[in-house]
């Protein structure tokens, strides 16, 4: 009789530094059947990834290693492909937990405005006059911490007096904006999109725990929008992405707003501000507001004219 699969009561992990551009090299390394892998930065000057920028991997096993053997194998395909370990090579044995409760147990709920961003299990401790918004599922950008998002929801709060009913979020990563303009305007339509997806798996399941009506969707990096909104407008079109697509997307970003159209923007940092704030402009959009968070960068426009 088969058994069901379940997660092994001891997980083995082997983990070392490399330099990013060796990345998806060493990812090559690991066999198809281990339990997984995973890559994050540890290192970097920019925002945006750099070939030289160091990074940590971490692989994941189902049964203990030899680590000799395996030390000598992994540094022997580093050296035939010419690529780089830095410093040393570490193996570990996990106990196996519920590793999503575990996140949960350590957020600590963040106080943005008015709003409360919480964890369902901390929800209790909204005070009566916040707003709350839950994330119950974070393996997307956007749980609240960050520079970039608590200047979005600042920008978004500054327009509260405002009547939208068409709003845009373009990189909803957790769904953190949408479901804050939408507690912000409970009449809008509120549309989201991300390239990401894990991202759209994440916003759906925390748009259950916020009572939420926003459709999200994938986009590709070629079509930003679906058919059914190509001559759509917007009263407000929120971005927290990055300076490189946030400068391609800007003819489209602009002209998908409607006359007296508002717009933030961030995930940049200060160093990238003028740049992206010309592009704008040229596209006749006006700066109204720049907020600055630690050095990063939100701002808060309008169409020119209006």
Known sequence: MDTPFSQPKITYKVSFNTLYKYLEAFEKFFPEDILGISTFEVESKTIEAADDDIWYIEAYFGQKLHQQSFTDNLQSFSMQNNLEIIGDINFAAIQDKDWVSEYQKHLVPIRIGK??????????????????????????????????????L??????????????????????????????????????????????????????????????????????????????????????????????????????????????????????QADEVIDTYVKNDLKVQKVLDKKGWITILAKVKNN
């Open 154 to 271: 600042e920008a978004m709060e500054e327009l509260s007096a405002f009547n939208f009913k068409e709003i845009y979020d373009i990189g909803t990563g957790s769904g953190i904006l949408s479901f804050a303009a939408e507690k912000i305007w409970p009449q809008a339509n509120v549309l989201a999109c991300d390239i990401e997806e894990i991202a759209i798996e994440v916003a759906e399941i925390n748009k259950q725990f916020n009572n939420s009506k926003v459709y999200f969707y994938r986009n590709s990096t070629a079509d930003l929008m679906i058919p059914s909104i190509k001559n759509k407008r917007f009263d407000l079109i929120v971005s927290n992405i990055l300076a490189s697509p946030l400068i391609k997307l800007a003819p489209l970003i602009c002209s998908s707003l409607n006359k007296r159209g508002r717009l933030i923007i961030s995930g940049f940092l200060d160093y």
């Open 115 to 152: 709003f409360f961003i919480t964890v369902l299990h901390r929800l209790t401790q909204c005070p009566p006059e916040a707003v709350p918004i839950v994330l119950e599922a974070s393996r997307a950008f956007g749980t609240g911490d960050h520079p970039t998002t608590a200047g979005c």
